[in-house]
């Protein structure tokens, strides 16, 4: 008779414990997730920040040096300079416009598969037009533009493609490590508190 009296206490307590211990997790793993996710955030807009710098420098090294091509109206070395833009994996295209908005560059990189499927998306006449065109509506480009003006007034354009792809990938990958983290930080949390728990239990 005496257990059967005790034992209730016992079970009341020790299913309190229990109550307390899942809310306890709950509202760690809540906070955890809240922090991860916040810096996963502030990872990926730094990330993209740098990118996108990156980029806009690149743009800007390529319009000063075209200056003089312009003025010149060298195609064949303006050319030359989008070749070397479009060798960097990120770059989709290069193009320089003179001071009336006509294209003087007409060169797209036929071989890679990511201009292509732009080439057959977008409108227009010629190949680089057609880029350009499918470029302005896809969410995976972004489109960089750099005025030439060597003294205060602009005499040309560059404008640069710039693949996310890249970028958006390694984002996924680091957001899949930080979920990694989150559900390892509640599993260990989860296990410590149980461990703690049955202690006080005993």
Do not use: C
């Not at 730094?46 to 319009?63: H, I, K, Y």
Request: glycine share 8%; no cysteine; charged share 30%.
């Amino acid at each position: 008779r005496g257990t059967g009296s005790g034992g209730e206490p016992r079970e009341d307590v020790r299913g309190g414990r229990q109550t307390e211990r899942g809310k306890t997790i709950d509202e760690l793993a809540d906070e955890r997730t809240r922090q991860q996710t916040e810096q996963q955030g502030r990872v990926a807009s730094n990330v993209r920040t740098a990118v996108m710098a990156e980029a806009q420098g690149l743009a800007n090294v390529l319009a000063s040096v075209a200056a003089p091509l312009i003025w010149d109206r060298d195609v064949p070395r303006l050319t030359d300079l989008v070749e070397l833009a479009d060798a960097r994996e990120s770059v989709l295209f290069a193009i320089y416009y003179d001071q009336y908005g006509e294209r003087m560059t007409r060169y797209v990189d036929r071989t890679d598969d990511r201009v292509r499927t732009l080439m057959e998306q977008g409108e227009g006449r010629g190949a680089a037009n057609r880029v350009l065109d499918a470029a302005s509506r896809d969410p995976n480009v972004v489109i960089i533009t750099a005025d030439i003006a060597p003294q205060g007034s602009a005499i040309g354009q560059l404008k640069l493609g710039l693949s996310l792809e890249g970028i958006n990938q390694d984002l996924a990958a680091l957001e899949q490590e930080f979920s990694a983290t989150i559900t390892g930080s509640i599993d260990a949390l989860h296990d410590t508190l149980e461990s703690e728990t049955e202690q006080v239990n005993q």
